[in-house]
Protein backbone atom coordinates (compact mmCIF):
# COMPACT_ATOMS: atom_id res chain seq x y z
CA UNK A 1 0.00 0.00 0.00
CA UNK A 2 1.25 3.39 -0.88
CA UNK A 3 1.14 6.06 2.16
CA UNK A 4 2.89 8.49 0.78
CA UNK A 5 3.42 11.17 -1.82
CA UNK A 6 7.06 9.98 -1.76
CA UNK A 7 6.20 6.29 -2.43
CA UNK A 8 3.56 7.44 -4.86
CA UNK A 9 6.17 9.01 -7.23
CA UNK A 10 8.40 6.05 -7.05
CA UNK A 11 5.30 3.81 -8.12
CA UNK A 12 4.09 6.39 -10.64
CA UNK A 13 8.29 5.82 -12.35
CA UNK A 14 8.09 2.19 -11.87
CA UNK A 15 5.04 1.54 -14.04
CA UNK A 16 6.65 3.71 -16.83
CA UNK A 17 9.77 1.68 -16.19
CA UNK A 18 7.80 -1.68 -16.30
CA UNK A 19 5.87 -0.91 -19.38
CA UNK A 20 9.23 -0.04 -21.05
CA UNK A 21 10.43 -3.11 -19.61
CA UNK A 22 7.55 -5.14 -20.46
CA UNK A 23 7.68 -4.11 -24.51
CA UNK A 24 10.94 -4.55 -24.84
CA UNK A 25 10.79 -8.20 -23.26
CA UNK A 26 7.58 -8.78 -25.77
CA UNK A 27 10.44 -7.71 -28.49
CA UNK A 28 12.86 -9.76 -27.14
CA UNK A 29 10.90 -13.25 -27.04
CA UNK A 30 9.26 -12.74 -30.56
CA UNK A 31 12.52 -12.42 -31.58
CA UNK A 32 13.99 -15.84 -30.07
CA UNK A 33 10.94 -17.63 -32.33
CA UNK A 34 8.37 -17.44 -29.81
CA UNK A 35 4.60 -17.32 -31.26
CA UNK A 36 2.31 -14.86 -29.08
CA UNK A 37 0.85 -17.86 -26.30
CA UNK A 38 4.07 -18.41 -25.68
CA UNK A 39 5.10 -14.49 -25.35
CA UNK A 40 1.88 -14.52 -23.36
CA UNK A 41 3.20 -17.08 -20.59
CA UNK A 42 6.42 -15.59 -20.44
CA UNK A 43 5.43 -11.92 -19.42
CA UNK A 44 2.49 -13.38 -17.51
CA UNK A 45 3.55 -12.21 -14.15
CA UNK A 46 5.43 -9.10 -14.91
CA UNK A 47 2.37 -8.29 -15.81
CA UNK A 48 0.40 -9.43 -12.46
CA UNK A 49 2.98 -7.29 -10.58
CA UNK A 50 2.48 -4.26 -12.90
CA UNK A 51 -1.22 -4.63 -12.48
CA UNK A 52 -0.92 -5.09 -8.71
CA UNK A 53 1.11 -1.16 -8.67
CA UNK A 54 -0.96 0.23 -10.82
CA UNK A 55 -4.28 -0.73 -8.40
CA UNK A 56 -2.39 0.56 -5.86
CA UNK A 57 -1.21 3.86 -7.64
CA UNK A 58 -5.08 4.14 -8.46
CA UNK A 59 -6.15 3.12 -4.76
CA UNK A 60 -4.13 6.09 -3.50
CA UNK A 61 -5.47 9.03 -5.81
CA UNK A 62 -8.50 7.51 -4.64
CA UNK A 63 -8.21 8.55 -1.65
CA UNK A 64 -6.09 11.55 -1.85
CA UNK A 65 -9.50 12.89 -3.63
CA UNK A 66 -11.44 11.43 -0.72
CA UNK A 67 -13.01 8.02 -2.07
CA UNK A 68 -12.98 5.74 0.19
CA UNK A 69 -14.43 2.31 0.59
CA UNK A 70 -16.85 1.25 3.11
CA UNK A 71 -15.43 -0.23 6.01
CA UNK A 72 -17.51 -3.82 5.87
CA UNK A 73 -15.39 -5.49 8.68
CA UNK A 74 -13.66 -4.75 11.53
CA UNK A 75 -10.08 -5.97 9.83
CA UNK A 76 -10.41 -3.28 7.59
CA UNK A 77 -10.41 -0.47 10.00
CA UNK A 78 -6.38 -0.05 9.50
CA UNK A 79 -6.44 0.80 6.02
CA UNK A 80 -9.42 2.91 6.53
CA UNK A 81 -6.97 4.95 9.22
CA UNK A 82 -4.09 5.10 7.03
CA UNK A 83 -6.50 6.49 3.61
CA UNK A 84 -7.58 9.12 6.18
CA UNK A 85 -4.67 10.17 7.30
CA UNK A 86 -3.26 10.26 3.64
CA UNK A 87 -6.47 11.92 2.38
CA UNK A 88 -5.73 14.76 5.29
CA UNK A 89 -2.56 15.48 4.21
CA UNK A 90 -1.29 14.68 7.65
CA UNK A 91 2.60 12.07 7.27
CA UNK A 92 3.05 9.82 9.96
CA UNK A 93 5.53 12.07 11.52
CA UNK A 94 2.66 14.51 12.65
CA UNK A 95 0.34 12.06 13.60
CA UNK A 96 3.47 10.61 15.96
CA UNK A 97 3.30 14.05 17.56
CA UNK A 98 -0.47 14.26 17.96
CA UNK A 99 -0.23 10.97 19.75
CA UNK A 100 2.78 11.39 21.73
CA UNK A 101 4.78 8.41 20.24
CA UNK A 102 7.45 7.69 18.22
CA UNK A 103 7.34 7.75 14.58
CA UNK A 104 8.84 4.49 14.15
CA UNK A 105 5.38 3.02 16.01
CA UNK A 106 3.33 5.07 13.96
CA UNK A 107 5.37 3.45 10.58
CA UNK A 108 4.96 0.29 12.60
CA UNK A 109 1.32 0.19 12.81
CA UNK A 110 0.79 1.10 9.71
CA UNK A 111 3.09 -1.00 8.02
CA UNK A 112 0.75 -4.31 10.37
CA UNK A 113 -2.07 -1.79 8.72
CA UNK A 114 -3.45 -2.02 12.77
CA UNK A 115 -3.68 -5.34 12.75
CA UNK A 116 -3.98 -6.45 16.66
CA UNK A 117 -4.63 -2.61 17.93
CA UNK A 118 -6.59 -2.31 20.84
CA UNK A 119 -9.78 -0.32 20.62
CA UNK A 120 -8.62 2.63 23.20
CA UNK A 121 -5.27 2.81 20.04
CA UNK A 122 -7.59 2.80 17.29
CA UNK A 123 -9.55 5.39 19.26
CA UNK A 124 -6.60 7.86 20.10
CA UNK A 125 -5.65 7.51 15.98
CA UNK A 126 -8.91 8.56 15.29
CA UNK A 127 -9.22 11.39 17.94
CA UNK A 128 -5.71 12.68 16.94
CA UNK A 129 -7.05 13.05 13.10
CA UNK A 130 -9.98 14.56 14.30
CA UNK A 131 -12.26 11.66 13.43
CA UNK A 132 -15.29 9.36 15.35
CA UNK A 133 -16.91 6.39 14.50
CA UNK A 134 -20.27 5.53 13.87
CA UNK A 135 -21.28 1.89 14.07
CA UNK A 136 -24.18 0.27 12.15
CA UNK A 137 -24.30 -3.55 13.05
CA UNK A 138 -26.65 -5.38 10.93
CA UNK A 139 -27.86 -9.26 11.10
CA UNK A 140 -26.90 -11.01 7.89
CA UNK A 141 -29.90 -12.30 5.62
CA UNK A 142 -30.90 -15.86 6.36
CA UNK A 143 -28.97 -15.80 9.82
CA UNK A 144 -31.42 -13.29 12.28
CA UNK A 145 -34.45 -15.32 14.15
Excluded at 43 to 69: A, D, M, W
Amino acid sequence: MIKNETAYQKAIGKLKQDKEFIAKEKLRFKEMGLNDEQIDMAIEPLLSFHEQLKEEVEYYERIKRGSFNPILKFTDIGKSLIAYRIYMNMTQSELARKLEVSETQVSRDERNEYYGATTEKIEAVMSAMGMKATINIEVAPGLGA
